[in-house]
């Protein structure tokens, strides 16, 4: 999510926060300037839903950063079935 509708959610959104998405999954493949193959899960969401009560998101005392995305994040999906 970008833009306002991803500044709007960030408050609420927090490392290891529990969360339904709802949109259209594409899977990209891509080669890069060394010639190594990969592929990145790229998902534009339609509906994002807390899921979870207050009670199950620990408090926080700092301001934490958003989540960087890493491409070892996404190799986890190259077992999905879709």
Not at 6 to 34: C, F, I, M
Not at 39 to 50: A, G, Y
């Amino acid at each position: 999510m970008f833009g306002k509708r991803g500044e709007a959610v960030l408050k609420y959104l927090t490392k290891g926060q529990l969360v339904g998405v709802s949109g259209e999954a594409t899977l990209r493949k891509y080669t890069n300037k060394n010639g190594v193959e990969g592929s990145s899960l790229d998902v534009r969401v339609n509906d994002l839903t807390l899921l979870g009560g207050k009670a199950d998101r620990p408090e926080q005392t700092v301001e934490q950063k958003p989540a960087q995305t890493t491409k070892a994040a996404f190799d986890a999906f190259d077992d999905a079935p879709f």
